[in-house]
């Protein structure tokens, strides 16, 4: 009888998910100049979080990609700054999040408000200097309840085209 119960309770939260996922903007990850998804992916999601420094290249020095992008109409956040393995789970201060920012303005004309650390690894005290900042930050959950597409080398990354496959699924 018990068993039930937890079934049905499951299944309660897995519709739930599914409906929320395909309710909820689309988002892709990790955009960069010379990385964008295809067309229809791009056109199908509302929220672009871009790198602002990548292999030690600011967007910036690409203003014809930052024009691009502007012109796609989308929501863009901040995702890390320099997006390196666990960026966020060490010790960071506000002059480096600044420096992520201030490349972002360059490129963009406008501050950015969301942020989403790479690999979603984000220290307490990272946390709490982006809030700081004012920064909306996006979480594990937000993983759950939207469809996060990411455009990189799929080869090296097999699970990022799981999560793309998966993301087609539900
Ligand atoms: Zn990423």
Redesign the pocket.
């Known amino acids: 009888m018990k068993a039930k119960y937890i079934l049905f309770a499951v299944l309660i939260i897995l519709i739930s998910l599914a409906i929320a996922r395909s309710i909820l903007p689309r988002q892709i ?2 955009v960069r100049p010379n990385r964008l998804c295809e067309d229809d992916l791009v056109n199908s999601s509302s929220v672009l ?1 871009v ?1 602002p420094i990548f292999e030690n290249r600011s967007i910036a020095e690409n203003m014809s990609w930052c024009e691009q992008i502007l012109m796609l109409n989308k929501t863009l956040g901040m ?2 700054v320099y ?1 390196t393995k666990k960026e966020f789970s060490e010790v960071r201060d506000e002059n480096y999040v600044k420096t992520g920012m201030e490349e972002f303005r360059k490129c963009f004309g406008f501050y950015p408000s969301v942020f ?1 650390a ?2 979603l690894s984000l220290s307490n005290e990272n946390e709490k200097l982006l809030k700081s900042l004012n920064f909306t930050i996006l979480h594990r959950f937000h993983y759950l309840t939207h469809k996060v597409y ?1 455009c ?1 080398d799929y080869e090296k990354k097999s699970w990022l085209m799981l999560l793309n496959t998966l993301n087609k699924i539900i």
């Open positions: 990850d990790d979080m790198i995702h890390g997006h989403e790479p690999q990411h990189t």
